[in-house]
């Protein structure tokens, strides 16, 4: 049966040797940033490179750079869909207080976290 | 690439109507499982509101009505409602006859994934049916589910109830998931050569942009469900405020879903409407295009309004009123849909056959619903009116339609292509009539009841002294004696449906003469549909083109 | 295939992308959801409840740092399946899904000591919201590791007849997806402290 199908994008394969290596790479670092101890460069090395590997893997290892776009809007779709959830009731979940209002119940728990 | 079969389908009784993969069988099964549900929901809510006007009472066929017993009623009559009729009906009973004949193909492209679907969501059936049966009784925590209620047993009292029930609702979803990637994918891949995007008749369309609504809104609800079934089993505080969780999460979570959920089950709906009104106006549906890009704003929009169910329950001010401002916006791309429908009707011959007229009778109940959402969109006025009988009134006349009168719609139109023959039309419209008279005088009180105050979720309000008089208590028991008359119109239907099955007129090929391409195939569809499968011409509303001989002018005529 | 025969529905390709990847796409989209519900959840709790920074510093940074490893390393192997499938080599592709099949075990093992080491003391689910998540997240993702290593066996088997080479391509897309929900649950549960 497979033969009937298109064989869609007989792209050539990229060296993946090198793109595993530069994903373990990336991997140390990310290990290692925090170890430094500078709160922004752990943020920087820990979700920075976790985005740049994940756009590796789906790049190459995926295939996403040769597929065709309506690939990647299903998935930006998908995504964006989750930063408007994050950002919408982030006002909600994660700020207990507002100009005229606070949140009694986690203001007792949190009042050292969240004011000092 | 050619295009023959050589296949046989030789298949025995059990594996031809109960393990088929033919997309026609698995369409049947999810319709007549629905409407069982839909008659076992329609029970339900025949006990509450017996209980609701008449206190205390014996329900004939039920007994006397628990506090317990009503609570589960309630919910149970929402959840089903909702998840085990209006879905398996319109989306996947629909989509599943529908997508493969309209398309012009012989079957899903994944048959054993739609089976696997149907067991998935027969396996819900069960599991929903066993949450009755185990100690505590059912749920009673409403279909929303909300955290502490829901989580804590200590609260719902139902121990076992309420994880079975969670456990159902997860499985129904699973089951739709595999349905609508089924569905999204057949109609992307497996078009008929010729059929452009624009060629696609609205019904398909709609079916699909419901499936990919709800794969894109359900998953935050699937995890959050996750999370509550460990909050109700294993005694984590995922939803639990004074351990660091927090209730208001599972809301948003479950909104998120739930109301671009409303436009789930809208949408295919609206499209069987569409069908109907273009082939009984004899009229080309007025701005294709203009409709699907209402249609295609309006879901994106649908993903943007959830919290205006939230108003009254502690979220960030300012965030109301963004969401009020959202709110009102989707209205504007509904009516200019209902606008366009009004249009097509415009000038056209039209002739009001039963299909037609739940057509109709859906288009205008629907705008009643929608105005009415505008006073509970509006965050100002939703502090009065939230959690009253208005709201009850005002998602009913939206629900009610999508779910009722769109089934009707469906099954009147499409019954002939089913089942090789016609329904009774004298019949048709005395239900018809039988069922938007009631239908009205049931909701119209509960409008008047929720301004004066009367409280939903409430058992008795004989203990609410300002609830309890006469004038309020007449409104109920009309809405109530209306809901019983209308459940008893709807053996019109069922007596026309069996009767019509084997003593109907034969149907032929294209009894409405229709245009899109189900109506090619012959009625009922065998296994594989075409005899040679169909090409595409031009859009699928060509009716009345000057200079031809007939009104109408099938997708498959090359000219 | 046993009962069905492939209707011609699944032959047709009008977008031009093959259906059975089309799906695999669609089902990577719904995941997204699933998981992005999830740790949204997460993040907007971490984020108010600072506190849980505590209970973050007891996870195990080097066996979440061995684990990305080794997920990455079979991410690689099931790449080189897919181009030896490309290849019409079956036996090839056969050989490279088992290892990426290997790599998920490891990982499951090195899974299976980190719960077995917290539970022993005593950190369990209900320890509190972070570790309510914590397994709860890595709990998910070890599900997909599994079902990926299952439904790759059956892949596997078939390709090694040279049948349904095709598939191999689907599943390591979502072996990759696996992968990439775990390069961001590694930061997530293990980095951030």
Redesign the interface.
């Given at each position: 049966?497979?033969d009937?199908?298109?064989t869609?994008q007989?792209h050539p394969?990229p060296n993946?040797?090198k793109?595993?290596g530069t994903?373990?790479i990336l991997?140390i670092v990310?290990?290692l940033?925090?170890l430094i101890g500078i709160p922004l460069l752990?943020l920087m090395t820990?979700?920075g490179?976790?985005v740049v590997?994940?756009l590796m893997?789906?790049a190459?290892?995926?295939h996403l750079n040769v597929?065709?776009k309506?690939?990647w809007y299903?998935?930006l779709?998908?995504?964006t869909?989750?930063f408007?959830?994050?950002f919408?009731?982030?006002?909600?979940?994660?700020?207990?207080e507002?100009t005229?209002?606070h949140?009694i119940?986690?203001a007792v728990?949190?009042s050292?976290?969240?004011h000092h | 690439?050619s295009e023959s079969h050589s296949a046989h389908y030789n298949e025995g009784l059990i594996k031809k109507y109960l393990f088929s993969t033919d997309h026609k069988i698995i369409g049947m099964q999810y319709l007549f499982t629905g409407i069982f549900m839909g008659l076992t929901g329609a029970f339900m809510v025949y006990v509450f509101r017996m209980q609701l006007a008449f206190p205390g009472i014996h329900v004939p066929g039920f007994g006397l009505v628990s506090q317990a017993a009503y609570n589960a009623l309630v919910t149970n009559h929402g959840a089903i409602m909702i998840f085990w009729f209006a879905m398996p009906v319109l989306i996947a009973a629909f989509g599943n006859f529908l997508i493969p004949l309209m398309i012009g193909c012989d079957d899903m492209v994944f048959p054993r994934i739609n089976r696997l679907s149907y067991q998935i969501f027969f396996l819900s059936v069960i599991v929903l049916f066993a949450s009755f049966l185990v100690p505590g009784g059912g749920f009673g925590g409403a279909w929303t589910a909300y955290p502490p209620l829901s989580a804590k047993a200590e609260y719902n009292l139902t121990p076992m109830g309420a994880p079975l029930w969670l456990i159902a609702v997860a499985l129904e979803f699973v089951a739709f998931l595999l349905g609508g990637i089924n569905f999204i994918t057949t109609l992307m891949n497996a078009r008929a050569k010729g059929m452009k995007m624009y060629d696609v008749p609205m019904v398909i369309w709609m079916i699909v942009i419901a499936s990919l609504l709800f794969m894109?809104?359900v998953?935050?609800l699937i995890a959050g469900a996750i999370m509550l079934l460990f909050d109700q089993f294993i005694g984590t505080s995922f939803y639990d405020?004074?351990k660091?969780g927090?209730p208001?999460?599972w809301q948003?979570l479950f909104w998120?879903f739930g109301h671009p959920e409303v436009y789930v089950v809208l949408l295919p709906p609206l499209g069987m409407a569409v069908e109907v009104i273009t082939t009984f106006s004899r009229k080309k549906l007025f701005g294709y295009k203009t409709f699907l890009h209402s249609v295609y704003i309006t879901g994106i929009l649908s993903?943007?309004v959830w919290?205006h169910h939230q108003f009254v329950a502690?979220?960030?001010?300012?965030?109301a009123n963004l969401f009020a401002i959202t709110t009102l916006i989707i209205s504007v791309p509904i009516a200019e849909i209902c606008f366009l429908v009004m249009a097509t009707l415009y000038g056209g011959s039209i002739s009001f056959t039963t299909p037609m007229l739940f057509a109709l009778g859906f288009i205008i109940e629907f705008i009643i619903g929608g105005v009415t959402g505008i006073f509970l969109g509006a965050s100002g006025t939703d502090i009065f009116f939230h959690d009253t009988y208005f709201v009850v009134a005002h998602f009913h006349y939206t629900f009610v339609p999508i779910a009722v009168i769109g089934f009707f719609i469906g099954i009147y139109y499409w019954f002939p292509k089913m089942f090789g023959r016609m329904m009774d039309e004298r019949l048709g419209k005395i239900h018809f009539w039988g069922t938007i008279i009631p239908f009205n005088l049931i909701f119209i009180p509960l409008f008047f009841l929720g301004m004066y105050g009367e409280h939903r979720r409430i058992y008795n309000y004989q203990h609410f002294p300002e609830l309890n008089t006469p004038g309020l208590y007449f409104l109920r028991e009309l809405a109530t004696v209306s809901t019983v008359v209308m459940l008893a119109f709807q053996t019109v239907f069922f007596y026309n449906f069996v009767r019509s099955l084997w003593k109907g007129k034969k149907a032929e090929r294209n009894p409405w003469k229709a245009n899109t391409l189900e109506w090619v195939a012959p009625s009922p569809p065998p296994h594989g549909n075409f005899e040679k499968m169909p090409e595409v011409y031009r859009g699928p509303y060509e009716y009345g083109v000057p200079g031809r001989s007939t009104d109408f002018w099938p997708q498959n005529e090359p000219n | 295939m046993s009962s069905c025969t492939?209707p011609i529905a699944n032959?047709r390709?009008v977008?031009?992308?093959?259906t059975a990847?089309l799906a695999t796409?669609?089902i990577?989209?719904?995941e997204?959801?699933i998981f992005?519900?999830l740790?949204?959840?997460y993040?907007?709790?971490r984020?108010?409840?600072?506190?849980w920074a505590h209970d973050a510093a007891h996870t195990n940074?080097w066996a979440g740092?061995f684990n990305?490893?080794v997920l990455?390393?079979s991410?690689?192997f099931?790449?080189?399946a897919h181009?030896a499938a490309?290849e019409r080599n079956g036996a090839q592709a056969y050989r490279y899904l088992w290892y990426t099949i290997g790599g998920g075990l490891v990982f499951m093992l090195v899974k299976a000591y980190e719960y077995g080491t917290k539970i022993h003391h005593g950190i369990t689910l209900s320890s509190g919201v972070f570790w309510s998540f914590y397994y709860t997240a890595t709990g998910l993702h070890g599900c997909h590791v599994l079902a990926g290593m299952i439904i790759m066996a059956f892949v596997a088997h078939a390709a090694k007849k040279g049948e349904?080479?095709?598939r191999v391509e689907c599943i390591?897309?979502y072996w990759?997806?696996v992968?990439?929900v775990w390069?961001?649950l590694?930061?997530l549960l293990y980095?951030?402290?």
């Open positions: 049966m497979s009937s199908h298109p869609s007989a394969h993946y040797f793109i595993w994903l373990v991997l990310s290990v940033g925090p752990t820990a979700f490179i976790a590997k994940a893997v789906a190459y290892f995926m597929e065709k309506i690939i299903i998935l779709i998908c995504l869909l989750m408007l959830f994050f919408v009731i982030a006002p909600d979940i994660m700020n207990h507002g005229n209002w949140s119940g986690s728990k949190n050292d976290v969240v | 690439m894109a809104s998953g935050p405020a004074a660091g927090d208001m999460l948003h998120f993903f943007v919290a502690g979220i960030d001010p300012r965030m | 492939i032959t390709s977008t031009g992308i093959r990847k796409w669609w990577i989209g719904s997204i959801v992005g519900g740790l949204v959840s993040l907007l709790l984020l108010h409840n600072l506190d940074t740092a990305t490893f990455l390393t991410s690689y099931v790449v080189l181009q490309e349904n080479l095709h390591g897309i990759h997806f992968d990439v390069i961001f590694f930061p980095i951030a402290k």
